[in-house]
Nanobody, 116 residues
């Protein structure tokens, strides 16, 4: 089982980034997927989640209207489109897969830094 994030980097305030998470080793469509983030000195927090079929999505209040989560089950991919980035969005972003009775998996994280 593997989850690999990519797409992080340094961006100026107001800019955009798209994160990707590619999954392997499990039946991707059976798992709800989420993005979490952890800033230095803070606890890991949920950013956005999407159900296995993609029909339901949820977002943290801090990113509503700016971030969009999506998935492509045919390609075992999940995305996080991040627009109007703010310095407080700076964190390591993690991909998470979870399914009741099946288990939970984490990626290794990708750094997002928003700074001028």
């Amino acid at each position: 089982v593997q989850l690999v994030e990519s797409g992080g980097g340094l961006v100026q305030p107001g800019g955009s980034l798209r994160l990707s998470c590619v999954a392997s080793g499990f039946t991707f469509s059976r798992y709800d997927m989420s993005w979490y983030r952890q800033a230095p000195g803070k606890e890991r927090e949920l950013v956005a989640g999407i159900t296995g079929g993609g029909g339901l999505r949820n977002y943290a209040d801090s990113v509503k209207g700016r971030f969009t989560i999506s998935r492509d089950n045919a390609k075992n991919l999940m995305y996080l489109q991040m627009n109007v980035l703010k310095p407080e969005d700076t964190a390591v972003y993690y991909c998470n897969a979870r399914a009741t009775m099946l288990g939970e998996y984490w990626g290794q994280g990708t750094q997002v830094t928003v700074s001028s």
